[in-house]
């Protein structure tokens, strides 16, 4: 797997411990917000709070993060074919309001849900954590899934300013881990644009947690990280 892959996941595994140290916050502030008081007040308090603005003062360093690991992506993305700057900060906005819809809308509404359940059960501050934690969908692939789409996004785009002959690859791991739809298609390349969306529909990777990405082919794909020899190392 290229550095850039290795740089990516160091990032997601960074905003999920940074994640979790913001619930962890946030979580204490309302345990002593809500400190002595009763079921019924402490819902009224609770309710009346925007938990919204709260996390996402938490996780605004968070973001930022995500941002250089998708400049990252850019940097290290061949192509012959440019994109504008508005161009690519939307894209860029785009990517990040969809992240921030699960580390902020849906994980505040669990935290708030939880805590709330947890303060009228009397369980302690660790516990309640842990209930939060068990509705928690995975950080990192969460992060990783989305740094996957933003990638894809970019290439679309640039594909649809280059020649028609032009070729791609599908670069990254090919290992015990690699999905099937991924290994067919990094056996597939190198291909056109015309024959990948033909064959898959569009020039995405697989999404949810997926490691690849389709990119301009090079004079070195081997250095883009394009590799059609299987390895076992995962």
């Not at 609770?46 to 250089?68: F, V």
């Amino acid at each position: 797997m290229p550095d850039i892959s290795r740089e990516i996941d160091r990032l997601a595994s960074i905003i999920a411990d940074k994640t979790k140290l913001a619930i962890e916050e946030v979580v204490s502030a309302l345990i002593e917000l809500t400190q002595d008081k009763t079921s019924e007040v402490a819902l009224e308090l609770l309710s009346g709070m925007n938990l919204r603005n709260i996390m996402l003062s938490k996780t605004s360093n968070i973001l930022n993060t995500y941002e250089q690991g998708a400049i990252l992506l850019l940097d290290n993305m061949y192509t012959t074919s440019l994109l504008t700057e508005s161009t690519l900060r939307i894209l860029l906005d785009n990517s990040k309001r969809l992240l921030a819809s699960e580390l902020i809308d849906k994980l505040g509404d669990n935290i708030l849900q939880k805590t709330f359940m947890g303060i009228t059960q009397k369980l302690t501050p660790t516990q309640i954590l842990s209930t939060i934690d068990k509705v928690t969908p995975d950080i990192e692939t969460q992060v990783i899934t989305a740094y996957g789409q933003y990638s894809s996004a970019v290439t679309t785009f640039l594909s649809e300013n280059l020649p028609d002959n032009t070729k791609y690859v599908y670069i990254g791991a090919y290992d015990s881990k690699t999905r099937l739809r991924c290994e067919d298609k990094i056996n597939f390349s190198p291909a056109t644009r015309k024959q990948i969306i033909v064959k898959y529909g569009d020039m995405n990777n697989e999404v949810w947690n997926c490691r690849h990405r389709w990119e301009q082919i090079s004079s070195k794909p081997k250095d883009q990280g394009f590799n059609k020899d299987k390895y076992i190392d995962a």
